[in-house]
């Protein structure tokens, strides 16, 4: 579709659309459709930031040690990226590594 068209169509849409809105208002009050949702106040206090989830034990390690020269690859296809493998091995023999694989 072009771009003429598209905007043809969607200003034929809008157009339908506030014609239904206002046959609703006509027919059930005034007060029906009169603010969008998002400019609603109780829409706006609902919305903030949302909490941060906690780091997991993994999570914690990878970030504390990603930036350590041992677990980046230093040579080959994958140079400068992190060897996840060998930090995993690293991880599972650190108290909180043996603590997770405890749980299952």
């Known amino acids: 579709m072009s771009d003429a068209g598209a905007r043809a169509y969607r200003d034929g849409y809008r157009d339908g659309y506030q014609d239904a809105l206002r046959e609703a ?7 029906f459709g009169a603010a969008p949702i998002e400019t609603h106040p109780a829409y706006k206090e609902k919305r903030g930031k949302p909490k941060k989830r906690k780091l997991s034990a993994w999570n914690k390690f ?12 230093q040579s080959g296809s994958r140079r400068g990226r992190l060897n996840l493998k060998k930090l995993g091995v690293a991880f599972r023999k650190t108290p909180a590594g043996k603590k997770s694989r405890r749980k299952k």
Do not use: W
């Open 25 to 31: 208002r006509r027919d059930i009050g005034r007060d």
């Open 62 to 73: 990878v970030r504390a040690n990603s930036k350590k020269k041992r677990f980046i690859f």
